[in-house]
């Protein structure tokens, strides 16, 4: 709760700061994201089209906790870290409006139940890991240091079930130090 707390007062602290209008691409960005994954969201840019973005927190809330999964199911959310390297740019001429995409890894921890223990609804930890690849619109607001984002993208894993796919979406709001 601590965590969440504090991103909220730094984004609170960017909504009333006033700035000249430009596109923070040489800075940190932090924020929070809702969507699959959920959580913390950090971007480092860097250069004049690229940026490292990194997402920690939950997986498995939005598009439904119970989900068949190799011979079993999952039945709960679980933790996500991810990481994406980006190439971005402006749309069309303004600063304001850019796009972005990139490709990276995902590492999962969830509760998997598997077929052979259902009848006494024991699970096992479950580590997987993947590739994942991400698009997205990012509107940056003129004369404040936030912006605000919408995403989507495609998980593919590796281990332990290689080929399980899963589609990744977000909105989310950045504060650009």
């Known amino acids: 709760m601590k965590p ?6 730094l984004l609170l602290i960017g909504l009333t700061t ?6 923070q691409t040489n800075n940190w960005a932090v924020g929070f994201r809702i969507g699959e994954p959920s959580g913390v969201n950090i971007r480092k840019y860097f250069g004049n089209n690229h940026a490292f973005d990194l997402n920690i927190g939950s997986f498995g809330g939005i598009y439904g906790t119970r989900r068949s999964y190799r011979k079993g199911v999952y039945k709960n959310v679980g933790l996500s870290a ?19 995409y990139g490709f990276g890894g995902q590492l999962n921890s969830r509760r998997y139940y598997p077929d052979r223990f259902s009848a006494v ?22 004369n404040k240091p936030f912006s605000v984002f919408l995403e989507t993208g495609l998980y593919v894993e590796v ?14 709001v950045r504060l650009n130090l």
């Open 159 to 172: 281990i332990p079930a290689p080929f399980f796919l899963g589609l990744q979406s977000g909105l989310g």
């Open 121 to 142: 609804n024991a699970f096992d930890n479950t580590i997987s890991v993947g590739g994942s690849g991400v698009g997205g619109l990012e509107y940056f607001s003129p």
């Open 4 to 9: 969440f707390f504090f991103i909220s007062i």
């Open 18 to 23: 006033t700035r000249q209008a430009s596109a």
């Open 82 to 100: 991810q990481g994406h390297y980006l190439w971005h740019g402006g749309i069309a001429k303004s600063q304001s409006f850019r796009y972005y």
